[in-house]
């Protein structure tokens, strides 16, 4: 596919959303092949300022909103409707709490497709269980994040909220927090589904894999430092990670 810049990309069911930069959010079928077909372009629908139609990275966390990042505007979340052939997408408001890259916002909804925000005054909960509006909830002021921390879904639908070698658990929803553990590594957590989470340390350029089996006693499985390229957010495939980082190209686990 010839296409001059993409910031980031979503795969949701049989879609593909890649972020074009100053062209906005391509949308994609993919068929067997595979093919991928461009299905909508979605530009115009993306904020009432047409100063802020840009898009750095994209996620979409339930079937019903799709997240634009804008880098230093924040986070755009966009309702999806129409047709599997003819999508639609509907404007629903934006928010930031940061310099807003694609590390402080959880790529999952927890239960109630309620969705956790890490930023610098606390834990923001965001409602996508309507596609009329995407309401925020007040935060959590005592779990504050920082550049190199961040939160993810985590099981039994909870959020998994990491800060300064800290981890914590919140109930969705919730302004309580249920656990907490020294885990004694920092960095964005992604969760593998199961048991386990990647931090990786942008700053630092380190990452970690930490088996969460038993909350309360971590098992920090390896780390890797001294890396020449900077780590960002990994996912899991089959149980094994991958992790972008910068200059040294893409780390899969053996």
Request: hydrophobic share 35%; aromatic share 10%; with cysteine.
């Amino acid at each position: 596919m010839e296409i001059p810049f993409v910031g980031g990309v979503a795969i949701r069911g049989d879609r593909l959303y890649a972020s074009l930069g100053h062209d906005g959010i391509g949308v994609f079928q993919i068929s067997e092949g595979p093919v991928l077909t461009r299905i909508a372009t979605i530009k115009e629908e993306l904020s009432p300022d047409e100063t802020q139609r840009y898009s750095c990275w994209v996620s979409v966390p339930n079937d019903k909103y799709l997240v634009n990042g804008v880098r230093y505007s924040g986070y755009q979340f966009l309702a999806m409707g129409g047709t599997e052939s003819s999508p639609s997408f509907t404007y629903n408001g934006s928010k930031s709490r940061n310099i807003n890259y694609n590390k402080y916002i959880s790529e999952e909804v927890c239960s109630g497709d309620l969705l956790p925000y890490a930023t610098r005054d606390g834990l923001y909960w965001i409602d996508l269980s309507s596609t009329s509006s995407a309401p925020v909830s007040d935060i959590i002021a005592d779990i504050k994040s920082s550049i190199t921390c961040g939160v993810t879904n985590f099981k039994d639908g909870k959020a998994l909220i990491t800060a300064d070698g800290n981890f914590y658990l919140v109930d969705s929803g919730s302004s309580v927090i249920s656990q907490s553990v020294n885990a004694g590594v920092s960095g964005v957590p992604r969760w593998d589904g199961n048991n386990t989470v990647i931090l990786t340390n942008l700053l630092g350029r380190h990452f970690s894999k930490v088996d969460l089996s038993n909350f309360s006693s971590p098992s920090v499985k390896y780390t890797e430092s001294d890396l020449s390229g900077n780590p960002e957010p990994g996912i899991f495939l089959d149980g094994k990670a991958i992790i972008p980082c910068g200059y040294q190209g893409l780390l899969i686990e053996k």
